[in-house]
């Protein structure tokens, strides 16, 4: 968003360590609202990457062997 915008932000995060925790997020501007996806639910929520990371796998293992 922009400094001239208003309005709110829901923003859905999955939990990689990486990303910060929820409450810092909304701490720092009260236009953010951060939830957190449950662990391991990213693949049903995102199948195309099971695909993807199926695929890569398949691919390593044969180079590997």
Known sequence: MTASKTGKVFLLIDNAPCH???QDLERKDGKFKAMFLPPNATSLIQP???RLIHALKQRYKKELI
Do not use: E, K, R, T
């Open 20 to 22: 910060p925790n929820a």
């Open 48 to 50: 195309m990457d099971q």
